[in-house]
């Protein structure tokens, strides 16, 4: 009973851990996608990432609200996911400097991991 109560701690925890590293991936592999799609003037656009507990829309414009529906790519994250607020993070055409800056934050079951966005565009996890 108890090795077996245990077991499903263990295995919990792990879950929760790669749900978040998951998000974590997502939202860092996203930033990079829209910072590429920017600084190549990809649709003579600028482009961003919108980030909310339900996941991330990498989005085409210069602000979330008055995007371009047609080229949203949406990603979910795990339902027990969340992030400390929502972010929105665009990155100007052909310059592709972000117009914020700062850290990222994402958790789940007390498991916090971090993006951060950097001045000049350079996104760490």
């Known amino acids: ?7 499903t701690y263990a295995y919990n925890r792990l879950r929760v851990k790669i749900d978040v590293e998951a998000a974590q991936t997502s939202v ?3 930033l990079r996608r829209a910072e590429t799609l920017a600084r190549a ?3 003579d656009s600028a482009w961003g990432v919108y980030v909310q507990s339900s996941g991330l829309t990498i ?3 210069s602000n979330y609200a008055g995007r371009d529906l047609a080229a949203d790519e949406i990603t979910e994250f795990a339902e027990r996911v969340s992030v400390a607020q929502n972010y929105e ?3 100007t055409k052909m310059v592709a400097e972000p117009q914020w800056t700062g850290t990222i934050s994402l958790s789940a079951g007390g498991i916090t991991r971090s993006v951060d966005v950097g001045v000049k565009g350079v996104i760490q996890k």
């Not at 009973?1 to 077991?7: F, K, M, N, V």
């Open 1 to 7: 009973g108890i090795l077996l109560g245990l077991s």
């Open 28 to 30: 860092a592999e996203s």
């Open 41 to 43: 003037s990809q649709g």
């Open 59 to 61: 989005f085409k414009g």
């Open 89 to 91: 993070v665009v990155f």
